[in-house]
């Protein structure tokens, strides 16, 4: 009976912060914002870091996109491109470099994609594309930018509806390729960390009633529980776009200091070893 009451006591608790995670309180940054470090932590506090004198600018940025959102999108109440920022860009970066040689911004950037400096940053992170919009000058720039070597990240967004809005803003920026699902056999799942699955990440409260619930997945239109991983490729075969759908790495990098089991399970056994192995793979590709 105590057992049973503990976690209806987890699931009440953990639902009030799923619902303030959907009604979009975290996430930050505006118009004028340029790297992560200038927006307020909303998860535990993130490391800081400097790199070595003379070699600040030899490193790997995490860039954030910062973009419009059309009419009707997916998560009209939800953060949009600032979703788990700062946090997530910065866990990311710092466990990066703890785990492999590649050293790393330790304030983030981030940038429209008609900003003259995007050719700057070969990475580029968009997250909950599902109400996501771009004008015909953002799909020619970014057309331009993935052609010539760039890379783009998408992440957190689920269901069907969302998954659609993305293939029809990619479709403004190549109307002539399309997205295919990426097979475990890609060099990418073992860049550093062997992959053998494509697991799923929820947000930190469904993370956590998971442990009572066994539910890892949001509740939208069609399939939420099937992750996938579908990338678009130039005509070499290079990855130039990798989607993951119905999973929300983010939040497994942001909120890595908050819950143990969180922690354990999610951030530990998929999104970091995910975020690091698409980096390392892309950077060195």
Known sequence: MKRALAALCVFLAASELAQAQFR???GGGDDSTRTAREVGNHSTETPNWKNLPGFENDVFTF??????RGRGGFRRRGSGWTTDMPDSDLNLSY?????????????????????????????????????????DAEAAALRKYLLNGGFLMF????????WQNLEREMKKVFPERSFKELGLDHPLYNAVFPIK??????????????????????DHDGDTRTVHHRVITDDKGRLMVFAAHNTDNGDGWEREGEYQYFFENFSEKIS?????????????H
């Not at 860039?63 to 419009?68: E, G, L, N, P």
């Not at 697991?199 to 890892?216: C, D, F, K, L």
């Open 24 to 26: 979009g309180d975290g």
């Open 95 to 135: 466990r990066l470099q703890q785990m492999t040689s590649i050293r790393t911004d330790p304030d983030g950037r981030v940038l429209n994609l008609t900003d003259p400096d995007l050719t700057n940053y070969p990475w580029l992170y968009l997250v909950e594309p599902g109400g996501l919009f771009f004008s």
């Open 197 to 218: 699955s494509k697991g799923q990440v929820p947000n930190y409260a469904v993370g956590e009633m998971s442990q009572h619930t066994g539910i890892t997945w949001e």
């Open 63 to 68: 860039t954030r996109v910062r973009y419009s």
């Open 272 to 284: 970091y070893p995910l975020g690091i192995n698409i980096v390392f793979y892309v950077m060195t």
């Open 155 to 162: 992440d957190d967004f689920w269901g069907d509806w969302a």
